[in-house]
């Protein structure tokens, strides 16, 4: 089956990095778009970040200059975090809409979640 794996959080201080990596594995035939999404204690989950498969790249206003997102040639993707904030933390999950050919359907999946604490 189509799978999301995540790593790469952890806690990290004011002002550190973290990079977040995501790998998408099965049957997979197409991948439309990824992103990274995030949801803090008692708020709603938001977009952090989205790649299209052209490379087309979205950022939310909060992370605009601090965090990349990137894709590589095969079927992964991830998020630089850098300056980060302490309102940067969050579960952040990794999102994907893809073609998965087994099933013969067009979805939305997500990773299990990886937390990011960016604390002093």
């Known amino acids: 089956q189509v799978q999301l794996v995540e790593s790469g959080g952890g806690l990290v201080h004011p002002g550190g990095s973290l990079r977040l990596s995501c790998a998408a594995s099965g049957t997979i035939f197409s991948i439309y778009a990824m992103g990274w999404y995030r949801q803090a204690p008692g708020k709603q989950r938001e977009l952090v970040a989205t790649i299209t498969s052209g490379s087309s790249t979205n950022y939310a206003d909060s992370v605009k200059g601090r965090f990349t997102i990137s894709r590589d040639n095969a079927k992964t993707v991830y998020l630089q975090m850098n300056s980060l904030k302490p309102e940067d933390t969050a579960v952040y999950y990794c999102?994907?809409?893809?073609?998965?050919?087994?099933?013969?359907?067009?979805?939305?999946?997500w990773g299990q979640g990886t937390q990011v604490t960016v604390s002093s």
């Open positions: 999102n994907a809409d893809l073609y998965d050919s087994r099933r013969m359907l067009r979805n939305d999946y």
